[in-house]
């Protein structure tokens, strides 16, 4: 079946074209090479005169002179290639070789449809002839599916032609425009699913309305638009959107396929979130002849034993938590109230410590409880003051802050405020706030973030610890436990002081960080001067003897010559008496977990404290390993 343009229809545009002489810019980019699973994209900044590319697009339709490639589609789970994607390209000597060119330009002369035609027909034409195994994604944009010639059946009597079975082919909607009739797409793919083709909507998070038509439309398949997947495993953000597209799929019956997957690592942390197909560079290239097998690198990960450890963004404060939690919505008096009035609103409301002055919603003072109680306790000052403006006992300049402040610079405002504050909203007073309820709520989120972030290293707290030993868990992975801490290290804090000590801390969160892989092995602190790390390197003991002869060195600077050539120091213990402490030391207790020995993270922490107790109990760095029930103890000696 072959698209025929009427030479009238042609001959016309031509002439009013050529008569114009108007100009297309048909890219207006440096030349380079773009990478995407659409195409491989060579852009110029060449300008051709409307006639000309009115030709070439003519041209092109009639002698059908485009080319279909295929990228794979994957099992994460397998490997398997489950299907193929269709992606055109225009002639490689033509300015319409990229697809962004040739649609581009289709559309601006009204020939998308054609266009749209001819390149299902050659897709469809390739996957037949090259008998590629499982389904076709075949790019159809809304604007064609609504089509009468589409939906009268000329694509699906194509099909049949070929001898191509419609559950085969899957209608992958391209969204170009925003859509607005979701009646009528409803309405047509009803239609098209009760011919046995599925859906699938293309680059979720990309398009305009993406989410909408996922519930509009409820496809068999969703892809993740691939700037959500390029960089995850260094990206929390985007590995958490990942991860919320995944968990609506699993509740709308519908399959992610996350497309764009173009390094190791990407691939990696896509397989171990459980999305379900994959799809880009790192697995197989588009190609007039596409591979049937995947990458060998590809194969290798999915046979890896292992789960990735995921990217780590520090959380120690909320940014966006703002005076808005603190605001206590007041009723406050203007410049005209007096003293009793004030007096007697602070007496009936025994929780109110200070009460502001508003003259027609602006701010101008603020009453503190104390001051007028304590001037009203003085003799006859009640009677002298008590019907004279509350202004006398106001204090004319207080911190009036934006709603918006942050909780940091507002504690930063508040250390000359006193007790209250004013907050308002643009200008207009909105209650009042204080220092004691800013307190408060700035040491529960430190409380709060140092559970998912210790402020000193930045290093995972404890809330990351538990889930990524839960996950170790429940992919029943093998993994060794490493409970690490410093040894005499409160005498050393003493003597040296405490910034010292900091120092200590965060060169051992410095020193396990650099000796681990990062991909494969999660450390965390716990704490004070404790750390631990969960290895999934099958080298984690070398590793271990590494990280207790390295700390011995890079801690020396610390002591002072006299203290490194004794080996340590004297100072006074609890009890008064000088006592010798040793240099610092790093033990490290070691927990072998073998698939399916233990069911929670509280087993393993117990485990892993057990041991480091044991390996606190040789003197020096020591290692201290518990292979189930094989105990192993491995000594080094002290710096020095």
């Not at 059908?64 to 398997?80: E, H, K, V, W, Y």
């Not at 004070?528 to 003991?541: A, P, R, T």
């Amino acid at each position: 079946m072959q698209t025929v343009i009427r030479a009238s229809y042609c001959f016309v545009n031509l002439l009013f074209l050529v008569n114009i002489g108007l100009k297309i810019e048909i890219m207006d980019m440096e030349v380079k090479e773009t990478k995407s699973d659409n195409a491989v994209t060579y852009e110029a900044p060449t300008e051709f005169s409307r006639s000309e590319i009115f030709l070439q697009l003519v041209s092109i339709i009639e002698q059908r002179q485009l080319t279909a490639n295929f990228q794979p589609i994957i099992s994460m789970s397998t490997g398997d290639i489950t299907a193929y994607e269709g992606l055109i390209r225009g002639p490689s000597n033509s300015s319409l070789h990229s697809p962004f060119s040739l649609f581009k330009a289709a559309s601006q002369f009204g020939l998308l449809l054609e266009v749209e035609r001819l390149c299902h027909q050659l897709t469809l034409e390739a996957f037949v002839q090259l008998k590629l195994a499982g389904k076709l994604f075949l790019n159809v944009s809304p604007e064609c599916l609504l089509d009468t010639n589409f939906k009268n059946g000329e694509t699906l009597d194509f099909m049949r032609l070929l001898g191509l079975e419609p559950h085969r082919v899957v209608i992958e909607l391209t969204e170009n425009q925003p859509t607005y009739d979701y009646s009528l797409l409803r309405e047509a793919v009803r239609h098209y699913r009760s011919l046995g083709l599925e859906i699938a909507i293309d680059d979720l998070g990309e398009g305009f309305s993406s989410l909408r038509l996922w519930f509009e439309l409820n496809p068999e398949y969703v892809k993740v638009d691939q700037h959500f997947v390029q960089n995850i495993n260094q990206d929390p953000v985007k590995l958490q959107f990942v991860r919320s597209i995944q968990q609506i799929a699993e509740n709308s019956n519908s399959a992610i396929i996350a497309e764009g997957i173009e390094t190791r690592a990407e691939f990696m942390i896509i397989r171990d979130l459980g999305i379900l197909l994959g799809q880009g560079y790192y697995i197989a290239r588009p190609n007039i002849n596409p591979v049937a097998i995947v990458s060998a690198d590809a194969a290798n990960c999915l046979q890896q034993n292992g789960i990735t450890v995921y990217p780590w963004k520090n959380t120690i404060m909320h940014k966006n938590t703002s005076a808005m939690k603190l605001l206590i919505p007041t009723s406050p008096v203007t410049p005209e109230a007096n003293n009793e009035e004030v007096y007697r609103i602070f007496d009936v409301s025994p929780t109110l410590e200070s009460l502001p002055v508003v003259d027609q919603a602006t701010p101008v003072g603020i009453i503190s409880r104390s001051r007028l109680i304590d001037a009203f306790a003085r003799p006859y000052w009640r009677e002298l003051y008590s019907k004279k403006s509350c202004t006398v006992f106001m204090d004319p300049s207080p911190l009036v802050v934006d709603k918006n402040i942050s909780l940091q610079e507002l504690s930063s405002a508040i250390v000359a405020a006193g007790n209250g504050f004013i907050i308002t909203d643009q200008g207009r007073y909105a209650g009042i706030g204080t220092a004691h309820d800013l307190m408060r709520a700035i040491t529960q989120l430190q409380i709060t973030a140092a559970r998912y972030a210790n402020p000193l290293t930045l290093l995972p707290g404890n809330v990351p610890i538990d889930e990524h030993i839960e996950r170790l868990l429940e992919g029943r992975i093998s993994f060794c436990a490493c409970y690490c801490d410093l040894d005499a290290f409160k005498p050393f804090n003493d003597l040296y002081g405490y910034r010292k000590g900091d120092e200590i801390i965060r060169v051992t969160g410095n020193l396990l960080s650099r000796m681990c892989d990062s991909e494969r092995d999660f450390i965390g602190h716990i704490g004070g001067d404790d750390f631990i790390v969960l290895f999934q390197s099958s080298d984690w003991e070398l590793r271990c003897h590494e990280i207790l002869n390295n700390f011995s060195h890079e801690i020396e600077h610390f002591f002072k010559p006299v203290h490194r050539g004794q080996k340590g120091y004297f100072a006074i213990d609890r009890t008064g008496k000088q006592v010798f402490h040793p240099l610092v030391t790093l033990s490290i207790g070691a927990v072998l977990v073998p698939p399916g020995t233990y069911n929670s993270h509280h087993e393993i922490s117990s485990l892993a404290s057990i041991a480091k107790s044991q390996a606190k109990n040789k003197s020096g760095n020591s290692l201290f390993i518990e292979r189930r029930n094989k105990l192993y103890t491995v000594g080094y000696s002290q710096p020095g």
